[in-house]
Nanobody
């Protein structure tokens, strides 16, 4: 059964960095096409970054491009989201998600990932950026 577990959230000051981790397990998910999303209070969930299911390329939302970096350690079944130069508007609950194994064209185009392409979700980890 697919399971995604996020960790690494916390309270930081503007300009600081934080790294989130997502451990993805299960035989029915595609561990190479993990995406990160976030949801701030009172707002809709939005895509942050992802790995393409076709070619492994990475894509980012414009709001985080140049500040956030997605990476992975396949041996550990873990995907990371390095977040630098954090801003108060980055405050949100961050989720990782995975598509079902065999899904194609997930995160294929530049820009933020689309949540409808993902089938499995973690419980989220809270990131608060405040002075």
């Amino acid at each position: 059964q697919a399971q995604l577990v996020e960790s690494g959230g916390g309270l930081v000051q503007p300009g600081e960095s934080l790294t989130l981790s997502c451990v993805a397990t299960g035989s029915n998910l595609n561990p190479y096409a993990i995406g990160w999303f976030r949801q701030a209070p009172g707002k809709e969930r939005e895509g942050v970054s992802c790995f393409s299911s076709r070619d492994g390329k990475t894509h980012y939302a414009d709001s985080v491009k140049g500040r956030f970096t997605i990476s992975r350690d396949n041996a550990k079944n873990t995907v990371y989201l390095q977040m630098d130069s954090l801003k108060p508007e980055d405050t949100a609950t961050y989720y990782c998600a995975a598509p079902v194994l065999g899904s194609d064209y997930v995160c294929h185009y530049p820009g933020a990932p689309t949540e409808y392409d993902y089938d499995f979700w973690g419980q989220g980890t809270q990131v608060t950026v405040s002075s």
